[in-house]
């Protein structure tokens, strides 16, 4: 077994891909779009796609943005999550 180093990520790194799952809510996307243009000042809202689960209990968005370091990316995971309705952000 052969011990490999993920791939380096260069900053800034335009259309770097998230993806944020909480419980469906009519405020879910708005409390996301607001999170990210706190952390992300350019960031584009025509990037977003959603998506429901098959059973329409949790919301999905992907969105592209263009990170500019581990501190902005870790900063917007902390906030996405301590509003308690996600509950995953890859």
């Known amino acids: 077994m052969t011990n ?3 791939p380096k990520i260069e900053f800034p790194c335009k259309n770097y891909g998230i ?4 419980d469906a809510h009519d405020e879910f996307k708005p409390l996301v779009i607001e999170i990210l243009h706190r952390h ?4 584009d809202e025509s990037t977003i796609t959603d998506q429901y689960s098959s ?3 949790y919301h999905s968005l992907r969105v592209k943005i263009t990170a500019t370091g581990v501190d902005q990316l870790k ?3 902390d906030d996405l999550k301590a509003t308690g309705r996600v509950h995953m952000v890859l």
Do not use: L, S, T
């Not at 993806?19 to 909480?22: N, T, V």
């Open 19 to 22: 993806k944020i799952i909480g």
């Open 55 to 57: 059973n329409g209990k």
């Open 4 to 6: 490999q180093e993920p």
């Open 75 to 77: 900063a917007i995971h």
């Open 40 to 43: 992300v000042p350019d960031f």
